[in-house]
């Protein structure tokens, strides 16, 4: 059985002189493929590199909410010179209403710019949304979408808002984070989305599961992506799949959004 992480950062700094031991775990337990995402303009050079030495790695290049204020004036030039120069996708991008809340016009102009570079190239884009699904869901209503689809990563929305997310193209991956305690509404609110929208993400080194859950512990609470095989085995459980179709699901619908590139 394949498995495929929709979303991680293997770039992440808590990764460095880790990757080589981190890629071959990840080859034993069959996770075939990972889209790795960029989230500012200093790591998208890391990003390209990794997917450059591991053909497993899908490179993903964006500008999360989180770092709009520390972009140059070449931001979205240089972007768009890397989306153009790499077989992969847009992300991490998004808006986010609990951290930045005071900044939304400037979260909205940053996060349409990037979302128009994966309309015209009709190549996946990874959305990240807190606190602002109103918001999200009335930009991509009002602009330009890849044919493909788009992924909300880690979704945590309201039950109500997937049908019509749905409608709008959206995938949906299931995060590790859902295993803890305090998150049974999101946990009941993916059993809710079409199975032909379901992804599975690590968000590695972010999002770690339970202890009780983790296969490959790493210092300091870092997330291996590895840990993905448990988030298939919890996330069957919770929408009530075999695992062992579960895999199935997952890996149709990663080549449906992402593309069977290099497989």
Same mark, same amino acid.
């Given at each position: ?126 959305? /990240? ?94 997330? /291996? ?39």
């Amino acid at each position: 059985m394949r498995l495929f992480d929709a979303h991680n950062h293997l770039q992440d700094i808590q990764f460095n002189k880790k990757v080589n031991k981190i890629m071959s775990d990840c080859n034993h337990i069959g996770l075939t493929r990972m889209v790795t995402n960029g989230t500012n303009e200093h790591d998208w050079k890391t990003v390209s590199a990794l997917s450059n030495c591991y053909p497993q790695i899908i490179p993903s290049f964006g500008l999360h909410p989180w770092f709009i204020n520390d972009r140059s004036s070449k931001w979205l030039k240089l972007l768009e010179q890397k989306i153009d120069n790499h077989d992969g996708a847009v992300g991490e991008i998004g808006l986010d209403l609990l951290k930045k809340k005071n900044q939304y016009s400037e979260q909205k102009e940053v996060f349409l710019s990037q979302l128009q570079l994966s309309a015209d190239r009709n190549i996946p884009v990874s959305i /990240h949304c807190i606190k602002g699904w109103n918001q999200i869901y009335n930009l991509l209503s009002d602009n330009p979408l890849p044919k493909r689809g788009f992924l909300l990563h880690g979704f945590a929305g309201p039950a109500e808002m997937i049908n019509p997310l749905t409608n709008l193209g959206a995938f949906f991956s299931f995060s590790g984070s859902f295993a803890h305690p305090n998150k049974s509404r999101q946990r009941n609110n993916f059993c809710k989305i079409p199975t032909d929208r379901i992804l599975i993400e690590s968000d590695a080194p972010f999002q770690l599961m339970p202890d009780n859950f983790i296969t490959h512990p790493l210092e300091q609470k870092i997330n /291996h992506p590895a840990n993905i095989k448990s988030i298939y085995k919890f996330a069957a459980e919770c929408i009530g799949k075999p695992y062992e179709e579960l895999t199935v699901i997952a890996e149709k619908n990663f080549l449906k959004l992402f593309g069977n590139q290099m497989l």
